[in-house]
């Protein structure tokens, strides 16, 4: 064993030490001050109020009373706070010699120490594992011989000044307390947060009471009755459909109670509203147990049957997948409880859920985030694997994304999947990433249902007061492996030999409270008896049961429909009056007073004011500005996210000014009226998948705001593909959620290489069908302006993915005048607009989207072409097919070119492709089929060679001009010199 520094020689030292750090703090080494202080860390909250630095006597013992002449260094600590309460170790009193004082005080400091050793590491021998296959170590440090204590010192009382709720006790005393606080079923990790309210409050909380609650009898039964109906519902469904796939919650039944209590407490706390996210197991039992959806809706749903009426489309999903909303009512509280949909994607969800939180907190007034409440439920592998999860976290205290603390818990099955922990992650808990933001993680023993009930109740009550996350952390198992059609035995034999023999959480609790007298075994027994029964009147009633309404367009989506087809033709007016628009103008062209405005800006803001003042060369900052303000003016709000988002990543935006003195912040959106909505505008943090996925849950819970995220380049979206394939553009198809969230994805070839020329719109139009959402590519301010404004102007909402122009902001051409504005609405084609020879003597048509207009454009000037029309797709999707026919129909002899700077399969050359050449077909358009000039098909988007990108772009606007219809080359033909100089 470790031989302490307390002991020996080195004793006498410290006594003498501590003496004078009591005296007077600053008279000994900071390196001593900082010793003793974490040493006696919250014990001040402990006693309840600090009655200073006197000491009593106890029997025989009087061990003095510091000099209350000592200086008011010792008396407080930083800032004049209190300082940490003292330890005896005072002048010799009552007859006690020196020695005998320096002999108190080294006791009561090595039983301190030990004190807070079992705050640190306590948890490292806690009984957490159900299955006792983890069996943990004793740890050194929480050994009283490390300290220099022997056995014969277990009876002698020490004084540790009301730490523990105890003046003094026996060591042994102060050992069987520190074990049971500490080492019981419940492990707490807490001395790891910098905060010392949020330290000492859980301090308090636990060691008050030993970190157990008395429960009242009421309580235990309610507690048993929960239990009851979570593992009758999982072994009805094992009986009825055997082997089926549920992800059932066997082995992890306590959550049903805890859940329960996190709802219950935290409805006397506050809390109206709850948003949960979780994967797939338990997702079942906790929506008929907690969210309260009949059990004849899941077992039709087991028989085959749609969860959602007959009349509504779309594909659905599988059982475990959904989600539902419910109110529960407890003690006259009423808590709106929303679970949300999630795909198999683990953790996915989660920022969906804190997007909602957030958007749910703004619409309340919630401005303390103490009344609706992120609760995230979690598999420990997924936990600990999952990069999400630590986004989220990252996202927990900044401003823009902050909701007032996520109450995480961890339903940990100690494996994933066929992966045990050591082979699955690298710290000792799977909870190991919620220190990052010093989170508190409270692990508890799964079965010990009491115990994970009453943490429950604690990790709600300290996210009520701190407005911070907090980690319960249930050490369980699952009983039939990944799901009910595995065979775990094949790689876990010794962990599933265990959970065979193993008795049932609920079996074990009821035998506990039949031994305790609080019920008879017939009781239990009844009460799964008559369980089961009500389970079977259920099941009989599944085979006529019909939903009879469908989850959505409730609530704030009162009023919205579901767009019926027929995209096309809607005419919605996203017109605006000139002076409106010039008020707008005002505002973004007028510097505040007394205000250090940088001067780049300034001449930026008179070129504004020239714009609105003439009506002529409107910028694509300034109409995108403009649909913001009008759209605030009429009540709507506008949140804007993103990376760089305030400035602008091409510095074109600036629509938060900082001062240049001062650094002082301005938002000319924000001063348009004094009944405007309010406008967002915030710099994310460096994460795509979490922030998106934050503001799609932002826009599920508020249709009536414009909700846009922004990437910093397009394609850093890709890091965030799982929310654009698994929620934006499927949700409304399998679960009934609208969205009309805008997705900002800078696009554009200008040379900059591989990584910052495509936004990969391929990727985009290869996931839409059946109207699911909206691609665009625009080439005018003005059509810009109509697009953002007609998301909220429709009667419906669908996600809008916008190719966001580079160079375009820029670009003496791509201007609009202040007609454009208040004259008509959105045009997903524009037509040629040069005065060219008659139509029918048009001898090509290019067609093309995005920023290649401009090139193709300007060469047709340069060289006095007069007989190619230029016709812009600013909208892929919907597809505009019968727009397109109609411009068309003007040119009955011309060939038809699709000229696109990406590479052909990339882009939009296979999406457009046969598309056109069926609406040639039914115009018997001569030659039937578009030809295509653009770059050939490679690997990589772009080359890496500003020289060679030149040559490129050069090459494909002359092969959309000029080139005769039978050399256009071969899109798919393998790239070579000679593809790119010419055939």
């Not at 959806?293 to 039709?300: Q, T």
């Not at 205000?595 to 300034?602: E, G, Q, S």
């Not at 394939?725 to 949700?731: E, G």
């Amino acid at each position: 064993m470790e031989t302490s520094f307390l002991t020996g020689a080195n004793a006498v030292y410290i006594a003498e030490v501590y003496s004078r750090y009591l005296a007077d703090p600053s008279s000994v080494d900071p390196s001593w001050v900082a010793f003793f202080g974490e040493l006696r860390d919250g014990a001040e909250e402990l006693s309840g109020d600090l009655k200073g630095p006197s000491w009593t006597s106890r029997g025989n013992a009087v061990i003095g009373t510091a000099d209350p002449d000592a200086p008011a260094a010792a008396k407080a600590g930083k800032n004049g706070k209190a300082a940490a309460a003292p330890v005896p170790a005072a002048p010799a009193a009552a007859g006690l010699s020196t020695a005998e004082v320096r002999a108190h005080t080294l006791d009561s400091v090595r039983a301190l120490m030990m004190i807070r050793a079992y705050r640190v590491r306590g948890h490292l021998v806690a009984d957490l594992d159900p299955l006792g296959l983890n069996k943990n170590n004793e740890h050194p440090e929480l050994d009283y011989r490390s300290y220099g204590f022997t056995d014969a010192d277990l009876e002698r009382e020490i004084f540790i000044d009301n730490v523990l709720g105890m003046e003094s006790a026996t060591l042994r005393k102060i050992v069987e307390v520190v074990r049971e606080t500490y080492c019981g079923t419940i492990g707490v990790e807490f001395m790891h947060i910098q905060d010392p309210e949020q330290k000492s409050w859980i301090q308090r909380r636990i060691e008050g009471e030993r970190n157990h609650t008395r429960f009242t009898p009421e309580g235990k039964r309610a507690i048993l009755e929960r239990l009851t109906e979570a593992e009758g519902f999982e072994k009805f469904l094992q009986v009825k459909y055997t082997g089926t796939k549920r992800f059932g919650l066997e082995g992890g039944e306590t959550v049903i109670p805890a859940i329960e209590q996190i709802l219950k407490r935290g409805s006397q706390l506050g809390l109206t509203d709850i948003n949960l996210g979780m994967a797939h197991r338990g997702r079942l039992n906790l929506l008929t147990s907690l969210l309260h959806k009949p059990y004849r809706a899941i077992f039709s749903e087991f028989q085959g049957n749609s969860a959602n009426p007959d009349d509504v489309q779309g594909s659905g999903d599988v059982k475990y997948h959904l989600g539902t909303s419910a109110d529960r009512e407890f003690d006259g509280a009423v808590v709106h409880l929303s679970l949300q949909a999630n795909p198999s994607h683990l953790e996915a969800a989660d920022p969906v859920v804190l997007g909602k939180v957030r958007a749910k907190q703004t619409q309340l007034g919630d401005t303390d985030r103490k009344a609706v409440m992120a609760l995230l439920i979690h598999g420990d592998a997924a936990f600990a694997g999952q990069g999400l999860v630590a986004e989220c976290f990252g996202l927990s205290q900044l401003k823009g994304y902050r909701t007032g603390g996520t109450i995480h818990i961890v339903i940990n099955n100690q494996i994933g999947f066929t992966t045990s922990p050591q082979y699955s992650r690298s710290g000792q808990y799977c909870t190991d990433i919620a220190k990052m933001v010093q989170a508190p993680i409270f692990h508890v023993n799964g079965d010990d249902p009491e115990a994970v009930v009453h943490t429950a109740r604690i990790v709600t009550e300290f996210r009520q007061e701190f407005g911070v996350d907090v980690v319960l952390d249930m050490v369980c198992y699952r009983r039939h492996g990944h799901n009910e059609s595995d065979e775990p035995a094949f790689t876990q034999p010794l962990m599933y030999d265990s959970i065979a023999h193993r008795q049932t959480t609920r079996t074990l609790y009821a035998q506990k409270l039949v031994s305790e007298g609080l019920i008879s075994q017939a009781e239990a027994d009844g009460l799964a008896d008559a369980f089961t029964a009500r389970l079977e009147t259920e099941f009989q009633a599944a085979t006529s049961y019909k939903p009879n309404r469908a989850d959505w367009l409730a609530g704030k989506w009162e009023g919205l429909e579901a767009l019926n087809g027929e995209e096309e033709f809607r005419q919605d007016r996203t017109e605006v009056p000139a002076e409106v628009l010039r008020r707008v103008g005002t505002a973004l062209s007028t510097p505040p007073e007394n205000f250090d405005t940088n001067r780049k800006i300034l001449r930026q803001m008179k070129a504004k004011a020239e714009m609105l003042e003439t009506g002529q060369g409107i910028d694509w900052a300034t109409a995108e500005a403009l649909a913001f303000g009008t759209l605030l003016l009429e009540g709507t709000r506008v949140r804007l996210s993103g990376q760089d988002s305030g400035r602008g990543t091409f510095s074109h935006r600036h629509s938060v000014l900082i001062d240049q003195t001062n650094e002082n912040r301005h938002i000319p959106l924000d001063h348009l009226d004094p009944a405007q909505a309010r406008f967002e505008v915030i710099d994310s943090p460096l994460s795509e998948f979490s922030v998106l996925g934050f503001e799609y849950g932002y826009s599920l819970a508020e249709p009536k705001a414009l909700v846009l995220w922004e990437a910093q380049f397009g394609d850093f979206a890709n890091g965030a593909q799982v929310i654009f394939d698994q929620f934006i553009s499927s949700a409304e198809s399998k679960w009934l959620r609208m969205s009309g969230l805008v997705c900002l994805l800078p696009h554009g070839y200008e040379g900059q290489g591989p990584e910052h020329s495509s936004a990969r719109p391929e990727r985009y139009l290869q996931l839409c069908a059946e109207d699911n959402m909206q691609v665009v590519n625009i080439t005018s301010p003005a059509n810009y302006f109509h697009a953002l404004r007609r998301q909220v102007h429709r009667n419906f909402r669908k996600p809008l993915i916008v190719m966001a122009p580079k160079s375009l902001l820029r670009h003496k051409l791509a201007v609009s005048p202040l007609s454009d504005f208040t004259d008509h609405g959105f045009r997903r084609v524009l037509p040629e607009t040069k005065t060219l020879v008659e139509d029918d003597k048009i001898t090509r048509v290019v067609l093309c989207s995005g920023k290649v207009y401009y090139d193709l454009y300007q060469a047709r000037e340069d060289q006095g072409i007069d007989d190619v029309a230029i016709v812009r797709i600013e909208q892929l999707y919907p597809w505009p097919k019968d727009t397109l026919m109609k411009v068309l129909k003007r040119y009955p002899n011309a060939d038809v070119v699709w000229c696109q700077e990406e590479p052909a399969n990339m882009g939009y050359w296979t999406f457009v492709d046969r598309r056109i050449e069926f609406f040639l077909q039914e115009l018997e358009h001569r030659p039937g089929r578009a030809s295509y000039a653009g770059r050939p098909a490679a690997a990589s988007p772009a080359t890496g060679s500003n020289r060679g990108h030149g040559r490129e772009q050069a090459l494909l606007v002359e092969q959309a001009l000029t080139w005769k219809r039978d050399v256009l080359p071969q899109p798919f033909r393998r790239a070579t010199k000679l593809s790119i100089i010419g055939q």
